[in-house]
């Protein structure tokens, strides 16, 4: 399947990665393009796909066209090329853009399959909700769906969830980021090397995170098991708990949403 993207921003950039990194994903079958093209250069000759001249190009290129522009740039990048896209599936990873709309933009008759991706998908761990039209049924969307899982998981969503749904998957690497980020920088204070402390705690998230994917406990219960009487962790939660960590989240959480 040859995969054009329209846009080359950080999303694309890791979605192309992923799809390389995968091994199911000739670099020599993605095309893309962007107004600036000084910006991805490099990338495309590093990584070896194809720099189109044009968004029509890549249209004309591809049979999965992924929409990666940003919600207000959707208008002006469908219009170049609702006319290339007949015999095309139309992938849009555009925020808050319904599938309504993006049908409004194309025609009527186009397969269409909405997406959140997050930044994970660069190493095929991506989490991706979706959510097809009615043009997109049966083996395309299976096809098209198993090809998305190449990037992570996949799972489907009705459209008046993908804004939480999309917060959630979405936003959320970048505060995990910022997790690990506070606790290596910590552990530097107290005298740990910057690269030991960032692997350490890296290893530490990504296998609570395996816990709460594989164990049947609740992340409650899971906390429970680490906090041991008199212990630090107990200590260290109550400190977070006193300083307004859980209202801060939930904060953050409700910012995304606004
Ligand atoms: N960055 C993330 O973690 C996530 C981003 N998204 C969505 O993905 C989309 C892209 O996000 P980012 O990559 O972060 O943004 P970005 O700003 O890094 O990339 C946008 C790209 O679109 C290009 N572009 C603008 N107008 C264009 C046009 N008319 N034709 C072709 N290309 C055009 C820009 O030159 C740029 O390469 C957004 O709609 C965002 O909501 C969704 C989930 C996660
Ligand atoms: O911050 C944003 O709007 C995009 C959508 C989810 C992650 N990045």
Not at 234 to 241: E, P, S, V
Request: glycine content about 6%; aromatic content about 6%; overall charge negative.
């Amino acid at each position: 399947m040859k995969i054009g993207f329209i846009g080359v921003g950080a999303m694309a950039k890791a979605m192309i990665k992923g799809y390389i990194n995968s091994g199911q994903v000739n670099a020599s079958d993605i095309y893309v393009h962007a107004p600036h093209k000084e910006k991805y250069r490099e990338f495309a000759k590093a990584t070896g796909i194809n720099c189109s001249d044009s968004n029509q190009e890549v249209a004309a290129s591809s049979d999965l066209v992924i929409l990666a522009t940003g919600p207000k740039q959707v208008v002006d990048a469908l219009k170049d090329v609702r006319e290339n896209l007949n015999g095309k599936i139309l992938a849009s990873i555009a925020w808050q853009i319904s599938l309504e709309r993006l049908e409004e933009l194309t025609s009527y008759d186009l397969p269409i399959i909405r997406l959140i991706p997050n930044v994970n998908v660069e190493v095929n761990e991506g989490m991706l909700i979706y959510k097809a039209n009615e043009n997109l049924v049966d083996q395309s969307l299976a096809d098209t769906v198993k090809n998305l899982e190449l990037l992570g998981k996949m799972i489907e969503v009705p459209e008046d969830k993908f804004d939480v749904s999309g917060s959630l998957m979405g936003c959320t690497p970048a505060y995990a980021y910022l997790f690990a980020d506070i606790f290596s920088r910590s552990a530097v204070n107290h005298g740990l090397d910057k690269q030991t402390a960032t692997q350490l705690a890296a290893q530490a998230i990504l296998g609570s995170m395996k816990m709460i994917e594989k164990s049947d406990k609740s992340p409650s219960d899971l906390i429970d098991d680490v906090c041991s009487p008199a212990g630090g962790t107990i200590k260290g939660l109550l400190a977070l708990k006193k300083s307004g960590f859980e209202k801060a989240v939930i904060d953050c959480f409700d910012a995304t949403q606004e």
